[in-house]
């Protein structure tokens, strides 16, 4: 099971760092993109709150 966590966790951290980010900060982001978006942060800030996850 934990590569399978692992490989959903990178899938969504590389996707927020290399579409969601630059439309964000060029001020292109839709609506479609800003809901996927949304969805993928929940993802980064329960792994940032995890004990261990960061280890």
Known sequence: ???IVVFES?????WLTVVARPLW???R????????ASSCLW?????AV??????
């Open 1 to 3: 099971m934990l590569p």
């Open 10 to 14: 990178a899938w969504k951290i590389l």
């Open 43 to 47: 993802v980064v800030i329960i792994l």
């Open 29 to 36: 982001l839709d609506s479609a993109t800003s809901r996927v």
């Open 25 to 27: 900060t060029g001020g």
């Open 50 to 55: 995890t004990p261990g996850a960061t280890c």
